[in-house]
């Protein structure tokens, strides 16, 4: 028997879509909208907004946090929904380490429409300038387990149905197969 989904992390580099994503997600499927970039601590944001790209180090506290707010929103009887970049494996075991029945919905693209995306991205303290940082650090997440991967060129109504679809097939019971 399937384990239902307790929570799901949609991750990807900078400018896939995760915030809008989530959002759709949450709407469509239910669940609680946990925005990654919210716990952030000042020192982080400063170092990206100046241009210098976060480390293991930087991000430790902030994916323990990460964990911490996904946790108590399942203790709580909600699907957590959190936006986070994850880009490593050691980034993701980390946050399944926290939350058991943990899905991630990776979303794809190019290094040159995340950039065209991040430029054109008003307020964000992200520069475009940290884009090709992001790809070098990314270890795809494709063949992990409970994840599916997604093209982030598509619409976003498109891609909250196609996690809809998935999160159903996730949580509905496996039946026996018959002759």
């Known amino acids: 028997m399937k384990t239902p989904l307790s929570a799901i992390v949609v991750m990807g580099v900078a400018?896939?879509?995760?915030?809008?994503?989530?959002?759709?997600?949450?709407?469509?499927s239910g669940g609680r909208l946990i925005e990654g970039d919210v716990f952030h601590p000042a020192a982080n944001i400063e170092k990206?907004?100046?241009?210098?790209?976060?480390?293991?180090?930087d991000r430790a506290g902030w994916l323990t946090r990460l964990g911490?707010?996904?946790?108590?929103?399942?203790?709580?009887g909600e699907r957590a929904i959190l936006t986070c970049s994850a880009l490593k494996r050691a980034y993701r075991e980390k946050l399944r380490a926290a939350v058991p029945?943990?899905?991630?919905?990776?979303?794809?693209?190019?290094p040159e429409e995340a950039a065209n995306r991040?430029?054109?991205?008003p307020g964000h303290f992200m520069p475009a300038s940290l884009i090709d940082s992001q790809f070098a650090t990314l270890e795809s997440p494709r063949g992990e387990p409970v994840t599916l991967a997604l093209d982030a060129?598509?619409?976003?109504?498109?891609?909250?149905?196609?996690?809809?679809?998935?999160?159903?097939?996730?949580?509905?019971?496996?039946?026996?197969?018959?002759?």
């Open 15 to 28: 400018g896939c879509g995760k915030s809008s994503v989530g959002a759709a997600i949450s709407e469509r």
């Open 48 to 57: 990206m907004s100046a241009g210098i790209p976060l480390n293991d180090d």
């Open 68 to 76: 911490e707010e996904m946790s108590a929103c399942v203790a709580s």
């Open 101 to 110: 029945g943990l899905g991630f919905v990776f979303l794809e693209l190019t």
């Open 118 to 121: 991040v430029s054109h991205r």
């Open 153 to 179: 060129t598509v619409s976003i109504t498109l891609l909250a149905e196609k996690v809809d679809t998935w999160l159903h097939d996730q949580d509905a019971p496996s039946l026996p197969q018959t002759a």
